[in-house]
């Protein structure tokens, strides 16, 4: 495998905060045009791959009830659907006891095609099974992964942060070994399991954020590192960060990667789940975009009711079953 440097994911996939707001309002506004001219965001998906749009609207007035227009959802509002279903994502791996490295690959393949689409274009529960399917398949088997997502222009190969913090931890376990090379650190193989293991807790919750698609997973690993060992002092930090930069010859100075590694923990801090009352009130505004309303909603709960009613009155009539 190429390493990162010369990756699809370094050269397409990293943006900054700014480009990253773009897009999220582009795709956004797509959708919305595409409300205000259809009545509709949902496309059909055809055999070829090619995308089939319904008919314009040719009937709505500027006089036509406001109230009866399929009102679009907010950008801070596709934020929350984003979110949550990331949250779910994430839900739905631990439950199977998936590795990190499926469940990073999900969460990046999800980011990726929310970043090109909005969540009124394409339900974000059928791309969140799709993406855990995705990433299933590229750990499984590349070639047969890369030929099934070919027609999309996918970028498949990504890199999560959990091989970084390996990296680092294992170059910290050589202090055990040659302490002369890291005099700022004298750990214990207890006390490095246990940074290791609240690093990797740091990488969940950054992997739930925008940073992901913001900086290069061995900022995102280091910054888990900074995390876990502000909260079980192992090393000395900076003075390890300055060890890695001059034993890399990196490009980087200190001050610019200690930058980076606060602003990661600032997306951490501020990160906010949707409350169940945000949800509800998006998804009445995402059935509508999409062309599911109350009325019909309504329509669906009453031939079910009178199905039971029919289905109660034939047991009534036959009496009960033997089987």
């Known amino acids: 495998m190429a390493d990162f440097q010369s990756s699809s994911h370094k050269a397409k996939w990293i943006f900054t905060p700014q480009q990253l707001a773009e897009k999220y309002k582009a795709t956004n506004n797509r959708a919305k045009q595409m409300l205000e001219k259809y009545g509709t965001t949902r496309m059909r998906v055809d055999v070829d791959g090619s995308l089939s749009y319904p008919e314009p609207q040719v009937n709505m007035t500027e006089n036509a009830d406001k109230h009866s227009r399929s009102k679009p959802i907010s950008v801070e509002e596709e934020q929350f659907m984003r979110v949550y279903y990331e949250y779910k994502l994430r839900e739905v791996c631990s439950a199977f006891y998936f590795p990190h490295k499926i469940q990073a690959t999900a969460l990046l393949y999800?980011?990726?095609?929310?970043?090109?689409?909005?969540?009124?274009?394409?339900?974000?529960?059928?791309?969140?099974?799709?993406?855990?399917?995705?990433?299933?398949?590229?750990?499984?088997?590349?070639?047969?992964?890369?030929?099934?997502?070919?027609?999309?222009?996918?970028?498949?190969?990504?890199?999560?942060?959990?091989?970084?913090?390996?990296?680092?931890?294992?170059?910290?376990?050589?202090?055990?070994?040659?302490?002369?090379?890291?005099?700022?650190?004298?750990?214990?193989?207890?006390?490095?399991?246990?940074?290791?293991?609240?690093?990797?807790?740091?990488?969940?919750?950054?992997?739930?954020?925008?940073?992901?698609?913001?900086?290069?997973?061995?900022?995102?690993?280091?910054?888990?590192?900074?995390?876990?060992?502000?909260?079980?002092?192992?090393?000395?930090?900076?003075?390890?960060?300055?060890?890695v930069l001059s034993r890399q010859n990196s490009a980087h100075m200190i001050s610019e990667i200690s930058e980076s590694l606060h602003a990661v923990e600032k997306w951490v801090r501020k990160y906010s789940f949707p409350t169940d009352k945000d949800m509800k009130h998006i998804n009445r505004k995402l059935k509508s975009c999409w062309g599911h309303n109350s009325h019909d909603d309504n329509k669906k709960r009453e031939k079910k009711s009178k199905h039971k009613s029919h289905k109660s009155s034939n047991e009534m009539q036959n009496g009960p079953g033997l089987t």
Request: hydrophobic share 45%; glycine share 2%.
């Open 110 to 243: 999800f980011k990726r095609f929310y970043l090109q689409w909005s969540v009124m274009e394409h339900d974000p529960k059928h791309v969140m099974l799709t993406c855990i399917y995705a990433a299933c398949k590229i750990e499984e088997n590349h070639v047969s992964a890369e030929e099934l997502a070919q027609s999309l222009e996918f970028d498949l190969i990504v890199y999560a942060p959990y091989r970084s913090v390996e990296g680092f931890v294992a170059d910290i376990e050589a202090s055990l070994t040659n302490p002369s090379v890291f005099e700022f650190c004298h750990p214990t193989d207890e006390n490095i399991e246990k940074l290791k293991e609240i690093a990797v807790a740091e990488v969940d919750k950054i992997m739930l954020t925008d940073a992901p698609v913001l900086f290069p997973p061995g900022q995102l690993a280091l910054a888990a590192l900074q995390s876990a060992n502000e909260m079980h002092r192992v090393l000395d930090f900076e003075r390890y960060l300055e060890s």
